[in-house]
């Protein structure tokens, strides 16, 4: 039996398997069809103070091998889902992230200080990377003192290890996962959404009514894992990776580029079975290769060329 237990900071994950934020709703939406005790964590969709609406429809339209989405954020608010959705969560035995959100510093501390100190909420993903939103948001995860910022002013407000999560949208992904763990951040996630932007030649019309909006899936899978590489060789802190991941191997080659866990996002949305066909692809690839501890492959990526043969 393959051991699949990761640590991340003090917290420990029976597994690395993460259901991404805003692909999975509340995590109750899928307590039905999949065993929520049975992933390693769930992250909630992203959270303000209070609810909001998002942008209006179309929010979402297919490119190849992806999608792009500017849902805008709508939620429901950190205290309904305190009050609505964790009770039912934790009886489900939900081992739980709360995406957290803010348009201002003050609103991420509140609404983190708010999450810390609810029953059953095991860390916080500090959103400061959604391209979707003008205010607040990515601008601090644009700029590298606007991220140490927030994360030093939310480490502060709580108890609960916290993990920023990136943009992929700057120059040097590498260098803001450097000022989050400057900051005293227990992890990082990456990556968010790209930037991106489909037209309607017919109609000369944007394709999803904010214009612009964030690509996500296979299609930018190899971009985030390089970045996720990158931050691996910059922090000591472990790293969370994402983008495009859709089966066991792609979740491997995150784990070897330098992720301790992975999250799973667009892929939820084709197949809603995917977690139990990545979890039972872990078993597969640590019983041929003879791994005892999945965590032993984190980092292991070799860059010595093989001799040519000529
Ligand atoms: C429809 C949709 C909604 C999303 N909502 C959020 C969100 O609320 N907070 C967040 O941090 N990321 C959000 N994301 C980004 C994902 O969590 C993830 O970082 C990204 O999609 C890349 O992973 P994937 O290619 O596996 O989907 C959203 C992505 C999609 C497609």
């Given at each position: 039996m393959?051991?699949?237990s990761v640590r991340i900071g003090s917290l420990e994950l029976k597994n690395p398997l993460i259901a991404a934020s805003g692909c999975?709703?509340?995590?109750?939406?899928?307590?039905?069809?999949?065993?929520?005790?049975?992933?390693?964590?769930?992250?909630?969709k992203g959270l303000f103070l209070?609810?909001?609406?998002?942008?209006?429809?179309?929010?979402?339209?297919?490119?190849?091998?992806?999608m792009i989405n500017a849902i805008g954020l709508q939620g429901i608010g950190a205290r309904r889902f305190i009050d609505e959705k964790l009770p039912e969560l934790r009886a489900r035995r939900a081992t739980v992230i709360v995406n957290v959100c803010g348009t201002t510093l003050d609103e991420y501390v509140e609404v983190s200080k708010m999450i810390g100190d609810a029953e059953g909420v095991a860390a916080i993903e500090l959103n400061i990377s959604?391209?979707?939103?003008?205010?607040?948001?990515?601008?601090?995860?644009?700029?590298?003192?606007?991220?140490?910022?927030?994360?030093?002013?939310v480490k502060k407000a709580t108890r609960i290890p916290v993990i920023p999560k990136l943009t992929p949208n700057v120059t040097d992904v590498a260098s803001f996962a450097r000022a989050a763990?400057?900051?005293g951040a227990d992890a990082v996630s990456l990556v968010n959404t790209f930037l991106a932007m489909a037209i309607d030649v017919e109609t000369r019309m944007p394709k999803i009514s904010n214009g612009v909006g964030g690509l996500s899936g296979p299609a930018i899978r190899p971009i985030a894992v390089r970045m996720?590489?990158?931050?691996?060789?910059?922090?000591?802190?472990?790293?969370?990776?994402?983008g495009g991941i859709s089966d066991a191997r792609d979740a491997l080659e995150f784990m070897i580029a330098g992720a301790d866990a992975v999250q799973v996002g667009t892929a939820n949305f084709v197949d809603p079975f995917v977690w139990t066909k990545i979890l039972s692809g872990f078993a597969d690839y640590a019983e041929r290769h003879r791994i005892t501890r999945l965590a032993d492959i984190v980092g292991t990526v070799r860059h010595e060329t093989t001799p040519s043969r000529t």
């Amino acid at each position: 039996m393959v051991d699949l237990s990761v640590r991340i900071g003090s917290l420990e994950l029976k597994n690395p398997l993460i259901a991404a934020s805003g692909c999975f709703g509340y995590g109750v939406e899928y307590a039905d069809v999949v065993d929520l005790s049975s992933l390693g964590a769930i992250v909630s969709k992203g959270l303000f103070l209070k609810e909001r609406e998002g942008h209006p429809a179309p929010r979402i339209v297919e490119t190849p091998a992806g999608m792009i989405n500017a849902i805008g954020l709508q939620g429901i608010g950190a205290r309904r889902f305190i009050d609505e959705k964790l009770p039912e969560l934790r009886a489900r035995r939900a081992t739980v992230i709360v995406n957290v959100c803010g348009t201002t510093l003050d609103e991420y501390v509140e609404v983190s200080k708010m999450i810390g100190d609810a029953e059953g909420v095991a860390a916080i993903e500090l959103n400061i990377s959604c391209p979707n939103i003008k205010e607040g948001g990515i601008q601090f995860g644009c700029s590298l003192t606007g991220t140490y910022d927030v994360v030093r002013a939310v480490k502060k407000a709580t108890r609960i290890p916290v993990i920023p999560k990136l943009t992929p949208n700057v120059t040097d992904v590498a260098s803001f996962a450097r000022a989050a763990e400057d900051a005293g951040a227990d992890a990082v996630s990456l990556v968010n959404t790209f930037l991106a932007m489909a037209i309607d030649v017919e109609t000369r019309m944007p394709k999803i009514s904010n214009g612009v909006g964030g690509l996500s899936g296979p299609a930018i899978r190899p971009i985030a894992v390089r970045m996720v590489h990158e931050c691996r060789q910059m922090v000591k802190i472990p790293v969370i990776g994402m983008g495009g991941i859709s089966d066991a191997r792609d979740a491997l080659e995150f784990m070897i580029a330098g992720a301790d866990a992975v999250q799973v996002g667009t892929a939820n949305f084709v197949d809603p079975f995917v977690w139990t066909k990545i979890l039972s692809g872990f078993a597969d690839y640590a019983e041929r290769h003879r791994i005892t501890r999945l965590a032993d492959i984190v980092g292991t990526v070799r860059h010595e060329t093989t001799p040519s043969r000529t």
